[in-house]
């Protein structure tokens, strides 16, 4: 028979209803609170099936082992390094691998601004499932937000942990954007990185990395919301202001590193980045 908790070493903490209530009606927690957290390690025979739903968002991640979630009329198998979105009043079950027991972290979010989180994650009832670039911050964020819960619970304490709450909310999303090793994106975003000093045609690019210039493109909009000119440009300006606030080099000298053979056209560029000139920028960030 599936059991909810009782796992060798777990840890395990539950914010009162009343703490809830009234940090729901605070300023800054009323956006996002954790309700629930956890560290499950091993969890055999773990499960729980929950026919309505829940008030609250859960967040799963699982760090070692497998083990599976229903919702929505489908089982997806949830292994290692993968992490789990259940919206709020969803309808589903979950449960660790009979043979190769999950070690999970978890926590359930409720607040005002947590549909908005779970929208810009991308996930669904129809698609539960985070790939995770860096299981380490993941988990990192996830003991943070036990450690404060085990330490107290009190209204400051609620506060820190809905910072690590957001940021674990805006990673998972930031790693829906962000490309895998090795694939077009990223090696069209490495290769951007690397030629500074010049412009790049977005055919040349994509000849390079293997796709069509439209594909490169939508690629890069769904990213980071640009195209692929407007990320390049982007770096080159990032690299220009670095240069401004560390060195010496006149701005003739800094338009030549990233890549403007016109100092005048590359001031008129900053110009309408940043809403001033290169020296005022400068000017302004010495004092």
Known sequence: MAISDGFAGERLCVVPAPAITAALQRPVTRRLVVTDAGWFPHAADHGRTRERGIRTTIVIVCTA????????????????????????????????DADDPWTIWWCHVVGSDVDDLTAAIGTTAARPLVRLHSVERAV?????????????????????VTGAAFKLMTQLASDQALPER?????????????????AV??????ALVGVSASHLTSLFRRATGGGVLAYHTGLRMTAARTLLE??????GQIATEVGYSDPF???????????????????????
């Open 65 to 96: 082992g497998a083990g599976w979630l229903e919702i929505a009329g489908t089982r997806h198998r949830v292994q290692a390094g993968t992490a789990v979105v259940i919206p709020a009043r969803t309808p589903h079950a979950y449960g660790a």
């Open 140 to 160: 990192s964020l996830l003991d943070e937000i036990v450690r404060g819960l085990e330490r107290d619970q009190s209204p400051v304490r609620l506060v820190a």
């Open 182 to 198: 090795g694939d077009p994106l990223e090696r069209a975003m490495t290769f951007l990185s690397e030629r500074l000093d010049s």
């Open 201 to 206: 045609p977005v055919s040349e690019l994509a």
């Open 246 to 251: 560390r060195t010496d080099r006149t701005v």
């Open 265 to 287: 056209y590359f001031s008129r560029h900053f110009r309408r980045v940043h809403g001033m000139s290169p020296s005022r920028y400068r000017e302004d960030r010495r004092g």
